[in-house]
Each structure stands twice: as structure tokens, then as C-alpha cells.
């Protein structure tokens, strides 16, 4: 399965897909996943796990979080209003609207493994452990990882709570450097109130630093380059370009960014072998929706003004080597 540029033959490798419709909160069927890959072009993906526990949102958001989020909420309603969102919200509708996220958006690393059984020469498993559990959790949930012979672990500061510089985090990063794991990283804000910067400063990337340098070992990817963000689009493009150049073991993906001119600098910034194709299919709707929106972030990066070279690198190539995949 291969696109063609200037007559080339590029393989597609998609590091950022999510087998859950949000909006529905409903799996997405395995084979659906495949229909709209082979109507794109791409060859495999990264099905992505996410482990939360709505419950998280009241034992990790204050109080005086929450009220200062939903002041956030409330000062830019005029801008929000005029983009047509729903963010000038009380702090007990933040709330709600918070916690049903987090129900929608978990993913088992079951249902992950399941799907990888089903098509194995096509999807690429990452588990996803939810950090604020105990140790027996903790510990069993990365056992599983291990088991189902998952390429990496997805984990989101913002819906799971953390920073990445939590010393919580220690026995994760040292299993999966350990294990020679890869994680991925979100980075940016993300829906509902994680719009709200009060509630998505941890995912700034510049909390990624200390991470690289105490676990060099340890290949990270940074989801989104910093950038994820409906209201600040780009909003820490330049933390992550700075941080990224600082770490050969930091890597990052361009899914959900849809910023031609941000990509072109990274391309400059990092060189290209640092940048990975991904799509955040279906997650984000409108123009990567169920539907046409892995063909859609497909022929965005395909017309992109970038050396055949460069597009076939970070279409697939350097996935497949970051990935090990034949």
C-alpha cells in the first residue's frame, strides 16, 4: 500500500490513530480502520490505548483550578463564541463535561491487542498506563504491555494529570527504556477543558527536557510538536522545536498541526529524520473526521512543499525505522 509522488512509490506509515469515535464514544470496527486506510494509501498505523478514570478529574483538578479555569473560560467567552464553541462554562459543567471526555476517550490495551490480532501486517499496537494508579496497577498494567508485544506507550499529560517531570512517572520511564519502548507524548492542549490553559500547562513540552536528559536511552515522541490547540493553534510550536533540538532521543509527529509553515520549519530546525507522519485519525473530527479524514491528511502532506526525499522519510520511513517494522 503506497502513495505515489512525482511517480515515486512512498509507503505510508500513520503513527497517531485512534480506533474510538468521541463523538459517539463508540469502537471504531477494525475493518472500518482498514477501508479508510487502503482509500488513503497508508500502509500501517499506530493504534493508540488511552487508560483513564473519569474519577481522576475530581481527585487531581483543585478547586481553585477549576475556578480558575472556568474564569479562563468565561474571560475568552467572546472569542470562543465567535468560533462556536461551548467553553464559557460554570466550573460544575467543566466538570461534567471533563469526566464524560475521560469515559469517551479510554481505550483498553485489550481492545488495542485485539485489533493487532486482527491485523497484524497493518495496525501497530501502543499501550497506555494510567499514572495515578498504585504500584500493583502500575506494575501489571506495563507487564500486559509486555506481553501483548506493544511497540510503545501513549500518555497524555493533560487527561492523565500529570507533568512529566513528576517523579510518578520514574518506574514508566525506566520500564519502557528498559524494555525499549517507545513513548508518545501528547503535547499541546486538548478538547473540552483541556482547551483551557489552566488545565493544559503540563503538556507544555518544555517539561519534556529533563526527561530526555536523565533517560537518553529513552525514545520519546512528542505528539502534535507542541502545537495542539483549536483555540492557540501552534501554541508551543517553538518550546518544542527548542527542546527538540536539544535531544537526539526526541522525536515528534505532525498529527492534528495542519500548519504548513510550522512543518517547513521543522523540516529546517530538526531535519526530517526527527519528524514522523501521523494523522490523530478520527479524533479531532471536521477535517480528519471518521469518514474522509485519513484521505484528507494524507493529501495535505502529499502537496506539500517539501523534496520527494523529505515526504517519503517522514511519510514512513523513518517510522519504520524508529518502529523496527519490515
Not at 39 to 54: P, Q, R
Not at 130 to 154: A, S, V
Not at 164 to 176: G, L, N
Not at 245 to 263: C, G, P, Q, R, W
Request: hydrophobic share 40%; charged share 30%; glycine share 6%.
Amino acid at each position: 500500500m503506497v502513495v505515489k509522488i512525482d511517480s515515486e512509490n512512498v509507503e505510508v506509515v500513520d503513527v497517531h490513530v485512534h480506533p474510538i469515535d468521541l463523538t459517539l464514544a463508540t469502537f471504531i470496527p477494525a475493518e472500518e480502520i482498514v477501508k479508510v486506510m487502503d482509500e488513503a494509501g497508508v500502509d500501517k498505523v499506530v493504534l493508540l490505548a488511552i487508560d483513564t478514570d473519569e474519577e481522576d478529574f475530581d481527585r487531581y483538578v483543585s478547586r481553585e483550578t477549576l475556578h480558575a479555569a472556568a474564569e479562563e473560560a468565561f474571560m475568552d467567552f467572546t472569542q470562543w463564541f465567535s468560533k462556536g464553541y461551548w467553553l464559557s462554562m460554570s466550573e460544575e459543567d467543566l466538570r461534567k463535561l471533563g469526566k464524560n471526555l475521560l469515559k469517551a476517550a479510554r481505550t483498553p490495551n485489550e481492545k488495542i491487542f485485539e485489533y493487532v490480532n486482527k491485523y497484524p501486517k497493518r495496525f501497530v499496537g501502543f499501550g497506555s498506563v494510567n499514572p495515578n494508579k498504585d504500584k500493583e496497577y502500575i506494575e501489571n498494567t506495563l507487564r500486559k504491555i509486555r506481553e501483548y508485544g506493544f511497540k510503545g506507550i501513549k500518555l497524555l499529560p493533560t487527561i492523565h494529570f500529570f507533568n512529566p517531570k513528576d517523579k510518578k512517572m520514574e518506574p514508566i520511564y525506566e520500564f519502557a527504556e528498559k524494555e525499549n519502548l517507545i513513548l508518545l507524548i501528547h503535547t499541546g492542549c486538548d478538547p473540552g477543558p483541556w482547551e483551557l490553559l489552566s488545565l493544559s500547562k503540563d503538556a507544555n513540552p518544555i517539561y519534556l527536557d529533563p526527561v530526555c536528559e536523565r533517560y537518553p536511552k529513552l525514545r520519546i515522541i512528542a505528539a502534535h510538536m507542541g502545537s495542539y490547540s483549536a483555540q492557540y493553534p501552534g501554541i508551543w510550536f517553538d518550546e518544542m522545536i527548542r527542546v527538540a533540538k536539544k535531544h537526539e532521543n526526541l522525536y515528534v509527529d505532525i498529527s492534528a498541526t495542519f500548519s504548513e509553515i510550522n512543518l517547513k520549519k521543522a523540516v529546517r530546525e530538526l531535519g526530517v529524520e526527527k519528524i514522523l507522519y501521523g494523522s490523530d485519525y478520527p479524533a479531532i473530527g471536521g477535517y480528519c473526521d471518521r469518514s474522509t479524514g485519513m484521505v484528507n491528511c494524507v493529501n495535505w502532506f502529499k502537496q506539500m512543499d517539501l523534496p520527494v526525499e523529505a515526504k517519503r522519510k517522514i511519510f514512513g520511513e523513518n517510522a519504520k525505522k524508529l518502529l523496527n517494522l519490515k
